[in-house]
């Protein structure tokens, strides 16, 4: 009979440690998965400042895009005034010189 005793106390013994093993085992998953939780909202919160910011970053270069194109085109148009300008120095130049070509200079 005592074989029967130290048996049931054995088991009771091993039911208590392993209900307090999983309860302690059960306690550490929930604190990591809290702990989880809390790491992927604070990530989750960067990743959509960070959003907002390209967001941000977006909008001005597409402002800035406008800009650079309206100064495109009155570098176009001011290439073009310098062309035409250019061209007529270069005929009152060779005008200039074919007159100084005939007149002779003094020495």
Known sequence: MTLF???LAFFVLVTVASTFF???RGL???RAFKGLSRETGAALDRIASSSAEIELHLQAAATS???L???LARLHTSRSVLAVLTSAIADVR???GRITAVVPRSK
Request: glycine letters at 6%; a negative charge.
């Open 22 to 24: 999983v309860t302690l």
């Open 69 to 71: 194109e309206a100064s």
């Open 28 to 30: 550490a998953l929930y």
């Open 5 to 7: 005793w130290l048996a």
């Open 94 to 96: 060779a005008s200039v």
């Open 65 to 67: 895009g406008s800009a």
